[in-house]
């Protein structure tokens, strides 16, 4: 089955840029959606399509996908920023909905 | 507005059916195209994608679980039903619903606020 690796933690002060990565193979080659959650919440999805934002997600929030690697970068992180991030992608080989182990940011 | 909310019990017992609903507005399940999954995500924090009834079509199956799944639709009642069979403590968690459309590609744009499920005797 495909596996998505993801850190489990990233730690920053504010201002800084947090870059999340979601590791798989040729994960280039297929779309990678990204999910804020925050605690005692449900996820929210905050980048589809690899870097296509929904509404009402700030421009400090952008994402990537090539080769072997999506990241998803948020610029001049915020202390309301810190939450648990989740990659996830369609294996279409097996026909399943994959999910990363999901990577915690924390705001200094 | 797009909203789902799941409902069910809160603790079953090993060996027991599972039986969860999620309630949904703003879309109906009679159209093509779209489509409601249940995701569950264990206290260790992982999601893990369940299944997915569509507006029409196949249905689709977490591979590893898919003997012990079944969801269903009742287009009526803007409900969709999931049920796990013979229940473990490894099925404790917060079960969530999620909407999307039926390309496999696409993401869970929106989700319910999930229930709390414990497995225990």
């Known amino acids: 089955s495909y596996v998505l690796t993801q850190p489990p933690s990233v730690s920053l002060a504010p201002g800084k840029t947090a870059r999340i990565t979601c590791a798989g193979n040729?994960?280039?080659?297929?779309?990678v959606h990204w999910y804020q959650q925050k605690p005692g919440q449900a996820p929210t999805l905050i980048m589809s399509?690899?870097?296509v934002r929904p509404s009402g997600i700030p421009e400090r929030f952008s994402g990537s996908n090539s080769g072997n690697m999506a990241t998803l970068t948020i610029s001049r992180v915020e202390a309301g920023d810190q939450a648990d991030y989740f990659c996830h992608v369609w294996d279409f080989k097996s026909d399943q909905e994959v999910f990363g182990g999901g990577t915690t940011l924390t705001v200094l | 507005q797009i909203a789902l909310r799941e409902s069910g019990p809160t603790l079953v017992r090993p060996t027991e059916t599972l039986t969860l609903t999620c309630t949904f507005s703003g879309f109906s399940l009679r159209k093509n195209g779209v489509a409601v999954s249940w995701i569950r995500q264990s206290p260790g924090r992982a999601l893990e994608w369940l299944a997915l009834v569509p507006g029409s079509g196949a249905k689709r199956y977490n591979e590893v679980l898919q003997t012990r799944l079944a969801i269903s639709k009742d287009t009526a009642k803007n409900e969709v039903v999931l049920t796990v069979t013979n229940v473990d403590p490894a099925d404790t968690a917060t079960y969530y619903c999620?909407?999307?459309?039926?390309?496999?590609?696409?993401?869970?744009?929106?989700w319910g606020l999930g229930i709390r499920v414990t497995v225990s005797s």
């Open positions: 040729k994960i280039g080659s297929t779309t």
């Open positions: 999620a909407h999307s459309t039926t390309r496999p590609t696409d993401a869970f744009d929106f």
């Open positions: 399509y690899d870097s």
